[in-house]
C-alpha cells in the first residue's frame, strides 16, 4: 500500500515489463532528477487515499526519455484501509513533443511579435517625424461606411504637426474628418475624395476654404490608401494674393497698352523664345496668341524700312545689346510708325540672357509733327515768297529806274553828244575825245539794259526755268567761260517761287566762278530726283574750302538762307578728279 514494491508491470512496447515484484522500480522507471515529483504525488495520493494522477516523464523500454500519463487507484479493505493500488500508464509522448514544439513556437512567435511591433512602432515613430517635419499639412484617413457600405465620412488615424498648426487642433486623431471640417462638402473637397476612392486614381484641387474661421487658399492632393487616403494640403494663400496682383498689374499693363497704343515683348536668348504682350498683337492687327518670330518684323516692315527691320532681328540674334529703333510696318490698309526700345538683362556672371522691349505706335505723333511740320513749311513758304516778292519787287523797281531813268538820261546824254560831234571835226583833238566819250555812253546803256534784264528775266516770267537757265547760258557765248546747260523736260511748270529760286541761286554760282574760280568750262544741271529738285553747278576752277560757319560772301550767304527757307540742303565738294568745285542743291519739288 505504500508503493514500497511493484508487483508486475506489463510494459508492451513503452516499458520495460516487471514480471516479478521489486523493490527499485523508480529507479527503473523514473529519471532520477523526476523522481522527487513524483514521490510526492504518491505521498499525496497515500495520504488521501484517493487516485494517484501524474503527467511525469520515464524511461522508455528503448532507454529513450518519454512522457507518461500515470493514473493508480487504491484498493481498500473492510476497515478502509489501502490494501494495494491498481494503475495504468499512458504514453503522451508525442503529445507532449507537440506541446513543447507548440510551446518553443508560441515563444518564438511571440518574440518575433514583439520585434516586430517594435519595429513598427520605431517606423511609426520615425514616420510621425518624418510628417511632423514637413511643412505641409498631412493626414491618413480610413474610409467609414454605412450598413449598405456607403461612404459617410472618414476617420482620421494620423495627423502631422504642420495640420495640428493650420487649424489650431490636436485632437483631430480618431474623429471624423468631415465631421470635423464640414466645409469640406460645399467647397467640393469631400466629392472628389469619394471620387478618388472610387476610381483609385489621384486627384488634387486649388480651393478657397472659409469655413471654421479659416479664410485661405489650399492646395490639396488625395492618394488612395487601402481603404481610406493620404491627403496633403498646402497653404498658397501668398501664392493666390501675388497672382490676384500680378493679375491686376496685367489687366492695368493691358488698359495701358490699349491706351498708350503700345505692347511689349521678351526674348530668350537662350531658347530663342519670343513672346509678345497683348497689346503686341493689337499693333501688328493679329489675332491672341497667334504664331510670332523675331522675323515678324521682316515680314511687316514696309519696303523702306527693310533695313531697319532686318537690322532688328540681327541685334536681337548676334548683338545681344540695348537699341532703340524707328520702324514703319503695313497693317491691313494702315501705315503705323512703331518707336522700338529694347534693354537686355544679365545673370549673375553678366551674361545677356533675356531681351526685353517695348514697341510704341508714334503713328499719331508723326502725324502731328507732320502736320506740325507743314505748318512751319508752309509759314516759311509764305515768308520765302514774301522775301521773293520783296526782293523781285525792289529789283523790278531798280531794273526800272535803270532803265526808265538813268537809260532814258544816258540816251539824251548820247543824242546831245551826237548833235555837238556834227559840230566838232573828227580829226581834231576834241573830237576825238568827243568819239570816246558816245562810245563810252554806248557801252554805259548796254550795260544798263543788260543789268536792267538780269534783274527782270523776261524769258523766266514768260517761258519758265529751263528757257531762263539756257538764256543765262547764252549770255556766256563768246566769253572766256565755257558754259554747258543741262535742264530736264518737266511735265508742267514748277511754281513760280521754287522756278525764281532755281534761277537767282543759279545766276549767283555763275557770278561766283566768273569772279572767283579762273574756271574755263562750268555746267549748270538742273533735274528732278524723287520728291526733290537737284541743281547741281559744277566747274574746273581752283576750288575753294568751304565753311557754312564762316562765310562771309554776301552772294553764297543770301544763296544758303535762300535754300534752307525752301527746306533744302546746300552742300559744296571736289569734283571726282579733284579739280573744280560741285555745289549741290537739294529742295522739295512741292
Request: aromatic letters at 6%; charged letters at 30%.
Amino acid at each position: 500500500p505504500d508503493w514500497e514494491q511493484m508487483h508486475c508491470l506489463a510494459g508492451k512496447t513503452f516499458l520495460v515489463n516487471t514480471e516479478n515484484p521489486c523493490s527499485d522500480w523508480l529507479d527503473l522507471y523514473i529519471p532520477a532528477e523526476d523522481q522527487p515529483d513524483v514521490r510526492a504525488a504518491v505521498q499525496r495520493a497515500i495520504d488521501t487515499k484517493t487516485p494517484f494522477e501524474l503527467e511525469h516523464r520515464v524511461i522508455q523500454a528503448d532507454g529513450q526519455l518519454g512522457w507518461t500519463f500515470s493514473r493508480a487507484v487504491p484498493l481498500l479493505d473492510g476497515n478502509g484501509e489501502i490494501t494495494e493500488w491498481l494503475g495504468a500508464a499512458s504514453n503522451i509522448t508525442l503529445r507532449r513533443q507537440a506541446e513543447t514544439q507548440l510551446r518553443e513556437f508560441n515563444a518564438l512567435l511571440e518574440a518575433q511579435m514583439a520585434e516586430r511591433t517594435e519595429a513598427l512602432q520605431e517606423n511609426k515613430d520615425l514616420l510621425q517625424s518624418v510628417l511632423d517635419t514637413s511643412l505641409i499639412s498631412m493626414v491618413v484617413l480610413k474610409a467609414v461606411r454605412d450598413e449598405n457600405g456607403n461612404m459617410t465620412d472618414f476617420y482620421t488615424r494620423l495627423v502631422n504637426k504642420q495640420l495640428e498648426r493650420e487649424t489650431g487642433r490636436t485632437d483631430l486623431v480618431g474623429k471624423l474628418y468631415a465631421e470635423q471640417f464640414p466645409g469640406l462638402r460645399p467647397t467640393g473637397v469631400f466629392d472628389l475624395m469619394r471620387r478618388v476612392m472610387d476610381t483609385g486614381n489621384p486627384e488634387g484641387m486649388e480651393y478657397h476654404y472659409a469655413h471654421e474661421g479659416l479664410d485661405k487658399w489650399y492646395s490639396s492632393l488625395f492618394v488612395k490608401l487601402d481603404d481610406g487616403l493620404v491627403a496633403t494640403h498646402l497653404d498658397i494663400t501668398e501664392r493666390k494674393q501675388a497672382e490676384a496682383e500680378l493679375n491686376k498689374q496685367y489687366e492695368l499693363l493691358r488698359q495701358a497698352e490699349d491706351v498708350a497704343r503700345m505692347g511689349s515683348w521678351e526674348y530668350d536668348i537662350a531658347s530663342g523664345a519670343f513672346h509678345w504682350s497683348e497689346g503686341m498683337y493689337r499693333l501688328f492687327g493679329l489675332p491672341l496668341n497667334s504664331p510670332i518670330s523675331v522675323h515678324t518684323y521682316l515680314a511687316f516692315a514696309v519696303d523702306e524700312d527693310r533695313p531697319v527691320a532686318e537690322r532688328i532681328v540681327r541685334r536681337l540674334h548676334d548683338t545681344h545689346r540695348p537699341f532703340e529703333e524707328t520702324l514703319r510696318i503695313q497693317v491691313e490698309d494702315q501705315l503705323v510708325t512703331l518707336k522700338i526700345k529694347a534693354v537686355v538683362l544679365h545673370d549673375s556672371q553678366q551674361r545677356p540672357v533675356r531681351i526685353l522691349g517695348v514697341d510704341v505706335d508714334i503713328s499719331e505723333l508723326k502725324r502731328l509733327e507732320q502736320e506740325k511740320l507743314d505748318i512751319k513749311l508752309g509759314q516759311q513758304k509764305q515768308l520765302l515768297i514774301a522775301i521773293l516778292d520783296a526782293q523781285e519787287e525792289e529789283r523790278r523797281r531798280v531794273a526800272e529806274s535803270l532803265h526808265n531813268g538813268v537809260g532814258q538820261i544816258l540816251y539824251a546824254t548820247k543824242l546831245h553828244l551826237e548833235r555837238v560831234g556834227r559840230l566838232l571835226p573828227t580829226d581834231t583833238p576834241a573830237g576825238q575825245a568827243l568819239q570816246t566819250t558816245d562810245s563810252l555812253l554806248s557801252e554805259a546803256i548796254e550795260e544798263t539794259r543788260r543789268v536792267s534784264h538780269e534783274l527782270m528775266p523776261v524769258s523766266l516770267k514768260d517761258f519758265g526755268i529751263a528757257a531762263a537757265l539756257h538764256d543765262l547760258c547764252r549770255k556766256y557765248q563768246g566769253s572766256a567761260l565755257r558754259l554747258d546747260c543741262r535742264v530736264a523736260v518737266f511735265r508742267q511748270r514748277l511754281e513760280s517761287h521754287l522756278e525764281l529760286a532755281l534761277y537767282r541761286i543759279s545766276q549767283e554760282l555763275i557770278t561766283n566762278i566768273v569772279r572767283h574760280s579762273e574756271a574755263s568750262e562750268a555746267s549748270i544741271v538742273l533735274k528732278k530726283q524723287g520728291n526733290h529738285l537737284l541743281l547741281r553747278v559744277i566747274d574746273n576752277g581752283r576750288g575753294f574750302a568751304y565753311d557754312p560757319e564762316r562765310t562771309r560772301g554776301l552772294g553764297l550767304r543770301a544763296t544758303t538762307d535762300r535754300v534752307k527757307l525752301l527746306g533744302g540742303t546746300f552742300s559744296v565738294s571736289r569734283t571726282e578728279r579733284g579739280l573744280g568745285t560741285v555745289v549741290t542743291v537739294r529742295i522739295p519739288a512741292d
